[in-house]
């Protein structure tokens, strides 16, 4: 008996060593350790044995069996080892293979201009109002204390569907709309299309975009509208931006002024983007007129306000370098895909 | 405005160069367009005078000139110009000389033309003799004399001298951008005074204390009657006799030309001259032609025919203001003089015109004859009246001084309603408050009287009296704008403002940035086409004229046809931009726009527009397909919180192929309907007659067409696969489909609040179940009868195939979709899904012939 057992591991421990895969392990299991495995059978042949003999033999064979159960157990861990190594070898994949596409699109340069003014000037607590593209003449004109005779009132300059009614030249209208429907303080940026009687070519379109910008409230001064735009084109073009004020005339503003940039491109030495003067003219701006706000019902003397307004297509050009502002209504997928 | 730097220094001392000059003045508010070096750009150019002139031998048009150089032996020289005659005084250029060109005929060059020696037909040639054009000179300055030909200088230009010295060609030239509220700027003295006030320099005014030696009064030879007294402020005549026509001195030939006048004759040059020096137009008749010695100034009758100096016979209208003697017209009043009394070589007594007319009036009349003049540019920006006199005095003055004749003393001077100056308060807390600043009255005081502006009252408010020329010295922010830019703005602080720093992006803007957002992540690029379209769109799209995408409003001064009116619909500018894109060779585009359209309103012409947000999605290429927009579609709404959509099949619009469009509804209750309707515009409280409610309701049936459909449906939008004819129009290669929604439509619609919903605490039990259905049968009415017979336990159903072919009758589909049951309540038995679904199967059967297979 006690050869036999002997004989059992012998041949145990050798086909387990031997096993190559899962199944011949699981076979030698079942012939060694089955119901009607050779250890089992020895169990069972155990009943016809004496007293003395059990004790000789039993705990021969549990041990017996214990062995070769922790040896499958090893080898099975080995053997699922092995067949993920091969498993993984088979699926090994070229990593340099090109990635699923995933084509996210893009908003026109435009629009992630106006974004990007417009979220400054939210930054700084301004809402956005709005207000209809086909206006009155008294809206785009009248109401902004635009002289009767001013040369952008005429059919040269302004579209116009009748004698009272155009399409507004900037968006300065809506001005006028927000000063007749909200009291001060005042705070709004009004982003829109403005077209002018502008014969398409590189740098003019009859349709562009603008930001205008109204604050209206008590102790307004011309230092807050030098602070205000200097953080904006700060922000807009980099923290070394600098900023000049020009005099200059708006009907619609007293004083006016024009707003210079340091170029971005060059830092202020001259180069082909600033023509060479190291500034770039970016916006209109002044105090506005006691006569605009007096359309709005405002008591002039107590409040003051300033006004600006800055030409998107013009900034989004110098931002991007694009040199003919066609570009942005052609469409063509290969230039909008470049503002990913 | 021109403004010679050098000239400019007649009235002002300004010790700095031309740079520095220029910066200056622009922070004080004199904007530079550019600045022209005059006599730069010029080597080895001489003054020579031509010895000898011969024909060419092989050139009838060519001269062989011999041209002293003041060298030992004059040069030989082939000249082309017609006008080159021995004894004349010429600019060469030498053997590799360099002038500013451009050459006769040729276009300006960077940098100049390099002249070398040559042979011209055979015969040498050692350099070239200029025209003054060539020398840096506009061809439209040049004088008449040598216009076409070369430049024939003074007798006393000495030879072999380099010509920009013997001329004293050098000269900086600034070119101010005046705006049209400084009028008073286009003019030498008007620009000194700014300099002056700028580099706290004095102001010297021209010399314009006429002697006036003549022994009779101009009063003797002219009378004057303003009978438009509205049009014409003031009239002012001065007479000069024995006047000796003939050309005016270089010095004065050379002003006009920098600052972009032709020298005519002397007596012109000299009005154009006091004209560019005042901004007082002047003008000069013979006064031999002016009849009854007698000027009127009136309207000119309608269809009154008139000849201009330029020799244009020009028909004229009541609206236009005329010169006119005792029986003719003799001058459209500031605008042009007429033929009839233009000045002649003979003339030798002359009547000064020195006149104030309105603005509107000449800037009417300019507009209507299309003709504008040095003298129309100046008054229909507005002149103060004030100045006629001394300009008037100063032509005299340079008339003696030139020796051109002998003025008469006294003037003839209507002005009915002389212009007073007036007197503004300024308060000196007002200014500093505005400007954020803190200034003294007493330097405000200066900075005004830097200006020529009289000062009185006391600190607190000062009394400030512009020079009358200023005219648009109104109001007390007008005060604060000089002291604001003699102060200067790069010396006003910088701060940023007080108060309130809430913002808002206003819903519209909101849902627009989702609806961005949500088509960019769906792989669409967005586009901006332009507002303005051609009214042959809609035919190009197939859309018949008198539906609402045809009710256009139109532009009365469009750029052309093809920008005439403004769009109705994005559609056709989406289809622009795919067939460009396509035509470019792009293989697959997916777009979209969001922008305005437009509408008029028929009832009212006077009222604006209809002004309506729309999105268009348009896609071709790979993977963009009529279910891809679909997805994207329903996507879009699901992300704006509209989720019970339907689809359902349109043939008749013309932009879609027939058996793939679809309009895109949402099922409303009636009141929800009412609130969703386009909110009529407020009517201000305008008498409501019985018209009105007619009006109202046809207006409101016209808006509806836009956003509503029929059964209880608003329209959201349309799509489908865009129709072979009107793809083939827009030049788009292959299938391509597209969309266009009514974004306020939606907007109104959209609920982008989100609200949480519990998570299943039972599971689900799904069923898969597959139809056999007619070709007819829609998809989305089984569908629908699905989800109607759910019995409360449906939780979802999904279309998982469709499947025609093999083993599937012809004119007969296979449609699959996946149940999925749930209840909020309980774990579903086999039996309760099963009571539920054998009923909605017969259902199924019963309303489309449909047979079960097997899964």
Known sequence: ????????????????????????????????????????????????????????????????????????????????????????????????????????????????????????????????????????????????????????????????????????????????????????????????????????????????????????????????????????????????????????????????????????????????????????????????????????????????????????ERIAMLKYGVDDIRLFYENDMRFIDQFK | MLVPVEWLKDYVSVDVDTREFVDRMIMSGSNVETVEHFGTGMDKVVVG????????????????????????????????????????????ALHNSRIPGPLHGQPKQEGGVKITKGKLRGVESMGMICAASELGFDEKVVPVAHKDGIWVLPEDAPVGAPIEQAMGLVSDV?????????????????????????????????????????????????????????????????????????????????????????????????????????????????????????????????????????????ELTSDMLLIKDAVKGVAIAGVMGGLNSEIEPDTSTILIESANF???????????????????????????????????????????????????????????????????????????????????????????????MKVAGDEKTMKVTPPTVRLDMVGEVDFAEEVARMYGYDKLPVTLPKGSNTSSLGEAESLRRLVRSTLCAMGANEIQTYSFVSPRDADKVRLDDGTWETNYVRLINPLGEEQSVMRTILMPEMLETLGRNSARGVESVRAYEIGTTFSA??????????????????????????????????????????????????????????GRCARIVIPTKDEERRVLERPEPAKDGASHDELQEDYDVIKGLLGAMNSLSHNG????????????????????????????????????????KVKYKPLPKYPSTSRDIALLVDEAVQVGDIESVIRQSGGGILEDVTLFDIYRGRQIEEGKKSVAFTLVYRAEDKTLTDEDVAAVHEKMLQVLKDRFHAALREM
């Not at chain 1, 088979?90 to 629009?111: C, Q, R, W």
């Not at chain 1, 340091?262 to 180069?271: E, L, P, R, V, Y």
């Not at chain 2, 709404?637 to 008749?652: D, M, S, T, V, Y």
């Not at chain 2, 449906?713 to 793809?727: N, R």
């Open chain 2, 174 to 314: 600034v070119d101010f951008e005046i705006t049209p509220n400084r009028p008073d700027c286009l003019s030498m003295v008007g620009m000194a005074r700014e300099a002056a006030a700028t580099f706290g320099s004095q102001l010297s005014y021209p010399d314009s204390a006429a002697k006036a030696a003549g022994d009779r009064k101009a009063a003797d030879f002219i009378s004057v009657e303003i009978k438009d007294q509205e049009a014409c402020k003031r009239y002012s005549a001065r007479v000069v006799t024995d006047v000796k026509i003939g050309p005016s001195p270089w010095w004065m030939q050379k002003r006009l030309m920098y600052a972009g006048m032709r020298p005519i004759n002397n007596i012109v040059d000299i009005t154009n001259f006091v004209m560019l020096e005042y901004g007082q137009p002047l003008h000069a008749f013979d006064i031999r032609q002016i009849e009854g010695g007698k000027i009127v100034v009136e309207r000119a009758a309608d269809g009154e025919k008139f000849t201009t100096l330029d020799g244009t016979e020009r």
């Open chain 2, 358 to 452: 309105d603005a509107d009036s000449i800037r009417l009349t300019s507009k209507a004859l299309k003709l504008r003049t040095e003298a129309s540019a100046r008054y229909e920006k507005g002149i103060d009246p004030n100045l006629c006199e001394e300009a008037a005095n100063r032509v005299c003055r340079l008339i003696e001084l030139l020796g051109a004749g002998t003025v008469q003393p006294g003037a003839v001077d209507v002005y009915p309603a002389p212009v007073q100056p007036w007197t503004v308060d300024v308060r000196t807390a007002r200014i500093n408050k505005l400007l954020g600043i803190d200034l003294s009255a007493a330097e405000m005081k200066s900075i005004f009287e830097s200006l020529e």
């Open chain 1, 1 to 312: 008996m006690q050869e036999k057992i002997e004989k059992i591991l012998e041949e145990a421990r050798e086909r387990i060593h031997e096993a190559k895969e899962l199944k011949e392990l699981d076979e030698v299991r079942v012939a060694i350790l089955g119901k009607k495995g050779k250890i089992t059978e020895i169990f069972k042949a155990m009943s016809s044995l004496s007293k003395e003999e059990k004790k000789q033999i039993g705990p021969a064979a549990n041990k017996a069996r214990n062995e070769i159960e922790k040896r499958i157990s090893q080898r099975l861990a080995e053997l699922k080892e092995r067949a993920k190594e091969i498993q993984f070898e088979k699926e090994t994949i070229d990593v340099t293979e090109p990635g699923k596409k995933f084509s996210l699109g893009v908003k026109h340069p435009i629009t992630q201009t106006i974004e990007e003014i417009s979220q400054i000037f939210m930054s700084m607590g301004y809402s956005i109002a709005e207000g209809p593209q086909v206006e009155t003449v008294f809206n785009a004109f009248d109401a902004l204390n635009s002289p009767k005779n001013h040369p952008s009132r005429d059919l040269t300059d302004t579209f116009y569907i009748n004698e009272n009614i155009c399409l507004r030249p900037h968006t300065s209208s809506v001005q006028i709309r927000t000063l007749q429907s909200q009291k001060p303080p005042i705070k709004v940026i009004s982003p829109g299309r403005c077209f002018r009687c502008d014969t398409p070519d590189a740098t003019h379109s009859p349709m562009f975009h603008q930001v205008e910008g109204l604050i209206v409230d008590e102790g307004i001064t011309m230092a807050d509208l030098k602070g205000t735009l200097d953080t904006m084109a700060k922000r807009l073009f980099g923290a070394a931006t600098k900023t000049k004020f020009r005099p200059h005339h708006f009907p619609f503003t007293e004083p006016s002024a024009e707003m210079d940039v340091s170029c971005f491109k060059c830092g202020g030495k001259g180069c082909n983007v600033c023509k060479g003067s190291g500034w770039l003219e970016i916006l209109g701006c002044g105090m506005v007129h006691p006569k605009v706000l007096e359309v709005g019902g405002i008591d002039t003397e107590k409040y003051t306000g300033f006004a600006f307004g800055m030409g998107v």
């Open chain 2, 49 to 92: 005078y031509v010895v000898k002139k011969e024909k060419h031998p092989d050139a009838d048009r060519l001269s062989v000139c011999s041209v002293d150089i003041g060298e030992e032996a004059p040069i030989q020289i082939v000249c082309g110009a017609l006008n080159v005659e021995a004894g004349q005084k010429v600019p060469v």
């Open chain 2, 601 to 658: 309103d028929l009832f009212d012409e006077e009222a604006l527009p209809d002004e309506e947000d729309a999105i268009s999605i348009g896609m071709y290429g790979a993977d963009n397909d009529f279910f891809t927009l679909k997805g994207m579609v329903t996507e879009l709404l699901g992300q704006l919180g509209i989720r019970r959509i339907r689809f359902i099949p349109e043939k008749e619009y013309g932009v879609f192929h027939p």
């Open chain 2, 713 to 752: 449906s608003v329209e959201l939008g349309i799509m489908g696969e865009v129709h072979p004819d009107v793809a083939e129009a827009y030049g788009i290669d292959g299938r391509c489909c597209a969309c266009e929604l009514f974004f306020d439509v939606i907007a109104r619609m959209a609920q982008t």
